[in-house]
């Protein structure tokens, strides 16, 4: 049986054949269930055309099935795994070095090159054809190994915690409206007398005078937007993020996925709430009113982002686009400037808004672009020309800073007005940023934690928050008062995370 297994890997080039199922099964396991079936399986079969036809093509020439398969397999690994590969060397700890395209791309064309010399001038490559198809099949196990694994941990996966979605008609009754607002990047009221040199005790008096309670020293779990939204609405850290590595589309697509379903929205649904989505993510099944494109790619988008051409491209634009400021200013008009209008028509929604048009109470997330830069208007109100906003210092000025968080003061008091005039249910207002901002300084990475978090009740009892609060407990708390949830609080941590 064995002789038969060596002659049968020796004499048939499975490997071809191969390569494609571990690719297609290697970018399954590293996006964690979010590629679409069947995108993907088109995606294997182009693959695999692609593979035969140059098969095919280089034997017209060569008249060796054999070397025609084993140069098209081994030139095919290192076009389909080259970003894969130069990550890998970008984490080592002796190899980093090899990273760098001058040296990776001769390194690598000298050993294909040898490579070639010796299938060209081998009478036979039996052997060679034997490693290749064991090695293709062996990763292939692997991947189908890790495909069962994580199918099966998605389905013991359950809710961290109980929730008695069933109320009893006392808590029915009482149900409150609840604002979510989140203006992007506020920080704390420490933070801006400390670093910008700014006095933001006026806003947290008029928040007072309103009836809120502004914690002190509250903080984010994550300094990026799109954690710090998914763990607050799955009221849980994300168990799957490794903090240990560089994070990738990845995790970004996995968390736009999950806040779509999360948690807190599950629960809500069960209690019959509307939901009003002035984001930029779905939720519920909500569209949202300004989809960040940057943050989700198509499953095609996903599989080859690590391809040869496809990652080497990437990469060489975007060095020649910061090498041209004026080709990254106008960039950067282009990102940024729909940000205006998309703000404008958050706040003019939330100023509508009237529940008194609405029989169940609803969820309002309402996520604003401000204050995170660019810094479109001074602390009155007034507009900066593009010239003045787009320039080297476009994110570290802390005087437009300071001004721009004035600016959105004066939008999220009129805001809060116009919600308490409507008084005819209950209410819980949340003015929470879903992080802080470190750009001004990276070597104070803490200071991407120190958010802004303030709070309004209807009844102003508000013995269950305290001041060191991060995000990840904040509808733990809401749940626990006013749906008579039992849930613990957990331990306030932050991560900080960086973007490959």
Known sequence: MLHFLRTFFSRYSLHVILLPV?????????????LNIKTTMGAWLLVTLILLVLLFALNFFWRSLLKSAAVITCLSFGFLFFGDL??????????????????????????????????????????????????????CCIEAIKIIVQNKQLHRAGEPELLTSILNDRIKKQLPDIYYI?????????YQSEVLHSDNTAFDDSLQSKGFRVLANSKSNYNRTIFSILGTFNMDYLQWLNHEQEISSKDFNRSLQEINNARLFRFLKENNYNFVNLSIFDFNNQPALRKELFLSATTYEMIFRFTFWIYFSRDINYHWLTDKKTHLKKNQVDLYTPLKTYSA??????????????????????HLSFPHYPYFYD?????????????????TDKRKFAGYIKYANQKLLRIISAIQEKNTRNK????????????LDTTSKQDAFRNYSAFYFSDHNYQMLYDSMSNINTFRIILNKYFDQKLQLLPDSSTYTLFR
Request: net charge positive; glycine share 2%; charged share 15%.
């Open 86 to 139: 130069r990550i890998s060397l970008q984490n080592s700890n002796f190899l980093h070095f090899l990273a760098a395209y001058k040296f990776l791309l001769p390194v690598l064309a000298a050993v294909y090159i040898l490579l070639l010399m010796h299938i060209k001038k081998r009478n036979t490559i039996a052997k060679l054809t034997q490693y290749l198809n064991l090695f293709l099949l062996l990763v």
């Open 22 to 34: 571990f690719f297609i099964a290697s970018k399954y396991t590293q996006y964690a269930g979010l």
């Open 345 to 366: 028509k958050v706040v003019d929604s939330l100023l509508k808004m009237d529940d008194r048009q609405r029989p169940q109470p609803s969820f309002v997330y309402a």
């Open 182 to 190: 989140v203006p992007d990047a506020y920080p704390s009221t420490s």
């Open 428 to 439: 819980v207002i949340i003015i929470q940023s879903d992080h802080g901002i470190a750009d």
């Open 379 to 395: 602390s009155a109100g007034k507009p900066y020309p593009n010239e003045s906003i787009f320039t080297d210092s476009m994110i």
